[in-house]
Every structure is written in C-alpha cells, then in structure tokens.
C-alpha cells in the first residue's frame, strides 16, 4: 500500500505553499477580538481541504468513495460560525467547512467532525449518521439533517421545518428545535434554476406574505459552474437580489471575516423578523466536480489556475499574514500539520469494519416495517360507531379521530380546509380542529410533500392530501429521493413520519381524463421503503387510515394511502338501494401487511384491490348462481404486499383470477406475479425486503391462471 507520505499533490495544494512562501512576515501585533475566531474558521477551512485531497488518496488505493470535494467553498465555514448548533441545517454537497464549523462547537469538536467524514469516505460502519449505508454530511446531536444528492430536492423539506418550527409552538406541542431557531438550507447555484428550487422559494414568500413565519436563510454557494456548465455571469443577483419578500444579503465567500460579518447580520434578520432570507454567497470551484471530472476538458488551463489565486483558503492565510496574526513560516506549518493529521487519521480508518450484507444494508427499513406492523395491529383510538358510513364518511371519521387523539397532527393540501375537499371528505374537519391544524396550501405538490416533511422530522405528524393520483408525479422525488430515503440515510436517528392521502384510481364513465381518472401507481410501488394502503369498504378505510396514523407516529413510517374517488359515496353493492356498501365502523384493526377475506367459495380465488373488490364480488354473486364457488382476498396494502394470505388462499382453490385496474405495465399483477401453486423460490415485494414468496407468473388483468 502506497504510504501517506508519497501522496501526489493538486495544482491548487503546490500554488498554496508556492504563494505562502513568498509572503513577507509582518511584525506581530497585541491579539485582537477577533483573532481567535478567525483562526479556528482557518483551522476549518485547512480541515476541509485536507479532506478533500484525502478522499483523492483514499479512492487512488482503492479504499474510498466519495470524491465531489468542499474546495473552494470553504467560506461556508463561517456560515456555521454566524449560526447556533441548535439551529436545524440541511446542507448542500459541497459544504463540508460548515459541517466541520459546526462540529467545532459541540463536544468532540474539530477533530471528530474530520473523523466522521473520513468514516463516511470509507463507508464505514461508524460512521455517526448513515451508518456506511451512503456518503452524506449529517448528524444528530448537530441538528444537520443528512440529504440525498438529488439536485434541490431538500429545499421543499427546508421550507417545511422552517414553518413547522414556528408551528409547533403555536399548537404548545414539542418540536426538535429551539421555537426561535433559525434553518439554514444550501445548495448551489447551478440548483436554483431547478424548479424544485424554484417552487421551494416561492413557497417560503407566499408563507411569508400572509404574515406566518418563516425563519428560513437560503444560502446559495455560487461557483459559477454546475459540473461543465456555466451558470450565466450575474444570473443569481439578477434574480434574486430585488426580490420583495425575499431579504438578500451578499458575501464574498472567499473572504471568512467578509462572510462571517454578512452572514450574522443575515441570521439576526431571518431570527427577528421570522421572515426568510437569501444569502448569496460568492465562491470558486477548485479541482473540478470530482476526482473523476476531467475538467481541462470544458475549462482552458489558464482558467482553471486562475482560479488558483481566489482560493479561499489561500485567502484567509494571506489575511492572517497581512494581520500579523501568523508569519508564513506558521501558516506553512499549521497547513502541513492538517494534511498530516488528516492522512494519519485516513489511513487509520481504512480498515474500519463496513456493511457486510444485503440485510444489514436494509436493516432501517427492516426495522420500520416490524414497528409499523406492530404499531398498527393496536386497535383504533376511535373505537366502533354503530351508524353504517360511505368510505368518505370513514376517511372523515378516521381524519378527526387523528386530530383528536393526536395534538401534533395535521391535515394539510389544496382545498382541504374551508371546502372540505373536492369530494367533501375532509368537510368539518377544520371548524372541529382549528384553521392552525386543518388549513389550505398553495398549489403546487412540491411544497405540499416538503412541508410533510419538514414537519415530520421536526416532531409534528403530517396527514398531507394529494389532490389527484396523477398529481402525485409531479412531486414523485419528495417522496422517493428525501421521505423514504431519511431513515435509512440517518440510521433510523432522523424520521419524517407522514400518511399522504391520495385520491385515484377510475370513477368518471364514458370519461378517460388524463387526469382525474389516472390509474398508473408503479412510481408509488418502485419506492423501497413506503407503507402503502388501498382500502376498498368504509370500515377498511377507517381502520387502515389509524394503522397508518399509529405507524407513522410510531415507527416513523412513511404511509401512501390511496382512496378510491369511485367508492366514496357509493351505498349499493348489487342493486339499487341495498345498502350494502354502507358499513358499520367496528373498530377492528387492519394490521398492515394482512389481506381481507371475502367469502370462502372452494372453486376459485380473486386477487383485488380498490374498485376491484366492489366489481368482484358482484361477480362472485353471478358466479354462485352458476354453482361456482369463488373466495375474494382484497389486498388491501399494496406494500408490503399480504403475500402470506395471498398464498393461503390461492392454496384453498387451485384457480386464481386477478382483478387489477391499474396499468399493465408497472401495476400490481405484475408485481405480485401470482402462481397458482407456490414454490420455494423466494421473492420481494413492493420494495419492502422482507417478502419472501412468489407466484407463478400470469398476464394481469382479470386473466385466469
């Protein structure tokens, strides 16, 4: 193994000592106030340098993972300086001086925050937040939420732990963070064009100009580039500068003193006024995107040392020499000393155990499910009602149960509140509760997930409501990329529990709207790690609506729960006025994972869900006159499928038919890929890791096997 003294030099790391060098000593001065904190954010700033060159080493022996480094962004470190460790932060790939920044103020201090991230580096089971599952700046007793690397998608979630913050006091119920905390939010500016960025922004004006709070700081960190493409030379300040709503505040990040000062003055705004701010922060992107970035590719040479010269390290020691606070000789020692306590403490966590199988990888979302599970077998908090209800009277029913047993929840979404709903299934709901727990958003999915989940993970319980099912694919990556992902990425140790209710499914005859009458769920069974629930009857509504509310609140559990437009407010099963789609809610649980049986016929099985159980079991009644037994299992929870039921049953009869109305492509026949007989091979489902049967395959879509 090459030893760590042979390690190859960057131009930008040669130009450094080369420059320092040259520097003239200035007579030393009296300590001034400020020395002492400017030579700690340089102590930073050479840590996250030095991390960078060592994640280079790591990967050049075949030991690291990670190379998209902080270089150039070290001026972030004065970020987390201007700010308190209390203050919840959600942090943008390249900035590791803020993590370091912040790790420099609590116990363990700077030389633990270098540890973590060199763990991280090697995907080392120590690794305080993810635990070696991925490569991400977070931990738990910082108040830094781990993020995913999807381009701004953690904005939406920023803005909702900023408006949850202030919520949660306002309810008098607990919240992970101080009531005047400050969330801090960064990302770069090749991000802000994104239009997750966009509507994330929007959204923090739009709260703020109805006069909530929104103690958010924005920091963008501006290089200039997004991997090879330029960002337009003063597009950000053009666009956000003159912003009515939006407090804009500019830094040279290449000056620590310069950004501290700016950065102060723009938390002590976002605090006092509870109205958010943008910070722009002015940076240089130095060796390339990542050590695989082959950057004279895009970037003359001449460009790419040009840049040598506005390194923020470099900087900071030139200002410290000017100052006399250090003479070069110092600077140079302190900058060999970091490198060599950094590769010291690389090679010495090279070798550190990592995740050495499928099961521990899956391990959080294994956890979840068993809680979930459990959580959910607990009988309903509402108990029985003897009146027979429609299924939109259940959901109703189930929503207030929540409200009333639950101070921390909350129903949110696009004409929830004053309307009730589209289809008036959350009408009361707000005059029961109260408009600071039932309450309209604006129109865009985005921020509606973002706000669940910046109030889930800041200890509020979300119950957010997707307008449409095909509504829910223009904000799928909430869901995916940032809800699902946290507790694995943290290590079970940062949660965004959330039930997102959303209408589909068929329901307009002789009408294919593109829209409402959507039917396609394989993005929702694509996602590893999501509860989600398809009720059918009123009383399943109910009792599945409370097991996904206990799973979240317990478990953390992210929960999907589908509604069927088509069976809201239907009351007949097989004829006109039977009343036989009302039902009684019994207050019986609905265990997740565990089908429903219907019938006990011995000639054949139905596999259904959704309007699939109401269309089949009037065929079942068409079939018995025919002398033909049939048994109906309604799924009911599509993750984790009821794989244990679906093969007791399909077992019973030898003959299985499916009723799936979603797509052919991506639904559910496909993904349950029933046998007639069951084998030993083992098989997953819906993303959940613990299935562990298959069926024989057969084309979906009412075909028999």
């Not at 039917?519 to 398809?534: E, H, Q």
Request: aromatic residues 6%.
């Amino acid at each position: 193994m090459t030893s760590v003294a042979d390690t190859s030099r960057e131009g930008v790391d040669e130009h450094f000592t080369t420059s320092i060098s040259q520097l003239t000593a200035i007579s030393s001065r009296a300590s001034g106030p400020g020395d002492r904190e400017l030579l700690a954010l340089f102590d930073v700033a050479l840590a996250s340098r030095h991390l960078d060159l060592a994640a280079r080493w790591l990967r050049a022996q075949g030991r690291g993972y990670y190379t998209i480094g902080s270089s150039g962004h070290e001026g972030n470190a004065a970020v987390a300086a201007a700010l308190r460790p209390t203050d919840p932060a959600l942090l943008h790939y390249r900035s590791g001086g803020f993590f370091l920044a912040r790790a420099q103020q609590v116990d363990g201090g700077l030389a633990r925050g270098i540890r973590d991230v060199l763990l991280g580096l090697v995907a080392a089971t120590d690794e305080p937040i993810s635990g070696g599952r991925h490569k991400v700046f977070g931990r738990a007793d910082l108040n830094i939420i781990p993020q995913t690397s999807t381009i701004a998608s953690h904005l939406p979630r920023a803005v909702g732990v900023a408006f949850s913050t202030a919520r949660a006091g306002k309810l008098g119920v607990p919240c992970r963070w101080p009531e005047d905390a400050v969330t801090v939010c960064s990302f770069g500016d090749a991000s802000v064009n994104h239009s997750t960025a966009v509507g994330a922004l929007n959204t923090a004006m739009h709260t703020a100009y109805q006069g909530m709070p929104m103690p958010l700081l924005f920091v963008c960190e501006d290089n200039g580039i997004g991997i090879s493409t330029r960002t337009p030379r003063g597009w950000v300040a053009r666009t956000y500068s003159q912003r009515e709503g939006l407090q804009y505040f500019a830094a040279d990040g290449t000056d620590l003193a310069a950004t501290i000062e700016t950065t102060r003055a723009a938390a002590e705004f976002v605090r006092t006024h509870r109205r958010p701010a943008f910070l722009h922060l002015s940076t240089v992107r130095l060796m390339g995107h990542a050590g695989s970035d082959y950057e004279p590719g895009y970037r003359r040479p001449d460009e790419i040392v040009a840049d040598f010269d506005r390194d923020p390290v470099l900087c900071a020691a030139k200002a410290l020499v000017a100052q006399g606070i250090l003479s070069p000789v110092e600077v140079l020692e302190r900058y060999e000393a970091t490198r060599r306590q950094v590769l010291d403490m690389a090679a010495e966590v090279m070798d550190a155990p990592q995740l050495d199988s499928a099961a521990a990888v899956e391990r959080p979302l294994r956890e979840t499910l068993a809680e979930a599970v459990a959580a959910s077998s607990a009988p309903p908090p509402g108990g029985s009602s003897a009146a027979s209800v429609t299924v939109a009277q259940a959901v109703n029913r189930a929503l207030a149960d929540a409200l009333a047993h639950h101070p921390e929840a909350l129903v949110f979404g696009e004409d929830v509140a004053r309307k009730g709903g589209v289809y008036g299934v959350t009408r009361g709901l707000q005059q029961k509760a109260g408009p600071a727990r039932v309450f309209d958003t604006l129109l865009d999915e985005q921020a509606i997930l973002g706000l669940a989940l910046g109030a889930g993970v800041s200890g509020l319980l979300p119950i957010p409501e997707i307008q449409y099912l095909a509504y829910f694919h223009n904000a799928a990556d909430q869901i995916r990329g940032e809800a699902a992902t946290l507790q694995f990425f943290a290590d079970r140790q940062y949660r965004n529990p959330m039930v997102v209710r959303v209408a589909g499914y068929g329901y307009q005859k002789g009408f294919g709207g593109h829209f409402h009458n959507d039917n396609s769920i394989a993005a929702m069974r694509d996602i590893p790690g999501v509860v989600i629930a398809s009720p059918a009857r009123p009383d399943d509504a109910a009792a599945m609506m409370h097991a996904c509310v206990a799973a979240a609140k317990t478990a953390g559990a992210v929960c999907l729960y589908l509604e069927p437009i088509a069976l809201y407010h239907t009351k007949d099963l097989y004829a006109d006025g039977d009343g036989q789609w009302l039902a009684p809610l019994t207050g019986t649980p609905a265990p997740i994972g565990r089908a429903r049986i219907h019938g006990d016929g011995a000639d054949l099985t139905i596999l259904t869900f959704g309007n699939g159980l109401w269309m089949s079991l009037r065929v079942a009644r068409r079939l018995e006159r025919l002398h033909i037994g049939a048994r109906i299992v309604d799924l009911r929870w599509l993750a984790p499928l009821p794989v244990e039921d679906m093969l007791r049953e399909a077992q019973a009869t030898g003959r299985v038919l499916i009723v799936d109305e979603t797509r052919e492509t991506g639904g559910w026949a496909k993904a349950s890929s029933p046998h007639c007989s069951p084998t030993d091979t083992p098989g997953r489902s819906s993303g959940w890791p613990a299935a562990t049967a298959s069926f024989r395959s057969v084309t979906p879509h009412s075909r028999y096997c």
